[in-house]
């Protein structure tokens, strides 16, 4: 391809995985968020993987696979409880969306001892 030729470039749907045409692209979006959440509790505690591993009762390999994004073999529901295993509780909050807004699932980290949101 020459550098003077025109390319096509597509719009975003804001979901990666729906682009790359994944089955379930909420569920896959809310897996890396919870993924990256729960990175950010590993890093804002200063554990190690191993410790981290301790902690969420699982081996350290895991870990590494976690805060990698690399998933497969991870459930939803598996890195909730992993959450809870770090001592952090779950909350789900239920909303119904216009008609101009994708139903979805959204992932935020609570700061700890403020009632504000962080995104994940």
């Known amino acids: 391809m020459s550098m ?5 470039i597509e719009k975003s749907s804001g979901n ?43 081996d350290q390999p895991k870990v590494s696979a976690i805060v990698r994004g690399r998933l497969v073999g991870f459930s939803f529901d598996r890195l909730l409880r992993m959450l809870n295993q770090m001592n952090y509780a779950v909350d789900v909050t239920l909303r119904q969306v216009d008609s101009e807004e994708t139903a979805g699932i959204d992932v935020k980290l609570a700061e700890t001892g403020s009632s504000s949101m962080v995104p994940a």
């Open 4 to 8: 003077t030729e025109n390319k096509t």
């Open 16 to 58: 990666v995985f729906a682009d790359l045409g994944f089955e379930e692209p909420a569920t896959e979006l809310a897996k890396a968020d919870l993924a990256h959440a729960i990175s950010r509790i590993i890093d804002m505690h200063g554990w190690t993987q191993e410790e981290a591993a301790r902690q969420m009762a699982i």
